[in-house]
């Protein structure tokens, strides 16, 4: 049976979105003057999508280069959820089938750039050992693609937005001034800081609050350039960043710690036991601040999967705030404050992903092109999940209360 035109059955799938469609059978679909294009450019594009359906057989796709979009990424996925995709009727999505070109319908191997696809996980869930494996997928990739992508702050967490019309670099600042104020650092204070990342929380700390921090992280590389860092800025002595689990980490004492993107990385299951640990670190009357991706509820399931699991954050786990609340208060700590930073983070990820399209060359320069295209498919789509509230950015602020006192203002004295 010849199969019908391609690009008439991809405009199908793709329902009223107005995304214009070059297929390699030479057919075309879509509005000619589509902001969007998208080029299909072999039979292994569809098997990619048809052996994996939704996200991550588009994604697969798109990194091998099987599939080439003219456009921007964030705009493409933001029609594409707008769109009636994936809401064909049985007889429908059997009509598409029958129509496919039958060399699509196969398997493929996925990308090397897969986590899983080639390389196998080892022990158990949130492990030591396998948590410094993801962590290592993830971060020890390149320093300098990480400088191209987060600029001068070298912050790779959810900044906060003086205003609508703050760069990158002064919204990062307020964000560690911000969680400064929250723990209420003063000169000559102990601050922990458990996946430090390149230590800017740390060295925004000692810098402006006098204070002595010491930051974790399981990234050699981060450790390494973060050392660098402290050295070049004077901050020997005041700033330490060491490449380790947080949980090897035997000082006690500490006056605050503060936790800027690493519960993500915990798992549901060891929420218990890390909060203790962060509590058992601190001092009475010591503060804790956990900044974290959430989910908009409780009731969806914590694990990530597909794309975001095999390209991104394997193994990772986001709960809802209520989650990490109670988490918090069964294991040690008063909840004092709480608010939601989603749309800081949509506006963060905006900034780093015209980071990465104005530096797209030296990207791939520095870590190949199919990486680079993972990175942009990631961080559009976790814009574009920010703003429609698929995901939120919570702070919360605890502290270890004893005897009732937990010596804390009346009201928040730390402002905006």
């Excluded at 456009?71 to 594409?80: C, F, I, K, M």
């Excluded at 601190?282 to 409780?298: D, F």
Aim: neutral net charge.
């Amino acid at each position: 049976m010849t199969h019908q035109p391609l690009a008439q059955l991809v405009g199908t799938v793709l329902g009223n979105a107005p995304i214009a469609v070059e297929a390699y059978d030479g057919t075309r679909s879509g509005p000619a003057d589509a902001a969007v294009r998208l080029r299909i450019r072999s039979p292994r594009a569809l098997s990619y999508v048809l052996t994996a359906p939704g996200q991550l057989g588009f994604a697969r796709a798109y990194v091998a280069g099987e599939i080439g979009v003219d456009g921007d990424a964030y705009t493409l996925l933001s029609l594409l959820w707008a769109s009636r995709i994936a809401a064909l009727s049985w007889r429908q999505r059997v009509e598409v089938l029958r129509g496919v070109d039958p060399a699509a319908l196969r398997w493929v191997e996925p990308p090397a750039e897969e986590f899983g696809a080639r390389r196998l996980r080892y022990g158990l869930r949130h492990s030591k050992a396998r948590d410094a494996q993801a962590i290592s997928h993830h971060y020890d990739v390149s320093n300098r693609f990480y400088e191209i992508i987060l600029g001068e702050s070298m912050t790779y967490t959810c900044a906060c937005y003086p205003g609508a019309d703050a760069t990158l670099e002064e919204a990062q600042a307020h964000k560690h001034d911000l969680v400064c104020r929250k723990l209420g650092l003063e000169p000559g204070m102990r601050l922990l800081d458990v996946g430090c990342g390149w230590g800017g929380m740390v060295r925004h700390a000692a810098m402006h609050y006098g204070v002595h921090a010491v930051g974790v992280t399981l990234s050699r590389r981060q450790a390494e350039w973060a050392r660098k860092r402290i050295a070049d800025d004077g901050l020997h002595g005041l700033a330490e960043v060491r490449h380790s689990d947080y949980r090897d980490v035997t000082e006690t004492g500490f006056d605050a710690v503060s936790s800027i993107g690493l519960t993500e990385h915990v798992g549901l299951r060891r929420l218990p036991s890390y909060f203790r640990f962060l509590r058992s670190r601190l001092r009475p009357r010591g503060r804790l601040l956990n900044h974290c991706i959430t989910r908009p509820t409780t009731t969806e399931g914590v694990r990530s999967q597909g794309f975001i699991d095999r390209y991104v954050f394997p193994d990772g786990e986001l709960e809802g705030v209520g989650t990490i609340v109670s988490a918090m208060q069964d294991n040690g700590f008063e909840v004092r404050h709480e608010e939601n930073l989603r749309e800081h983070y949509a506006m963060t990820l905006a900034a780093w992903g015209a980071n990465l399209d104005a530096g797209w060359d030296a990207v791939v320069r520095e870590v190949g092109e199919r990486r680079a295209r993972v990175w942009r498919f990631y961080m559009a789509g976790s814009r574009l999940g920010f703003e429609r509230r698929s995901i939120e950015l919570h702070q919360v602020l605890g502290v270890r209360t004893e005897d009732g006192d937990a010596a804390m203002p009346l009201r928040p004295d730390w402002g905006v």
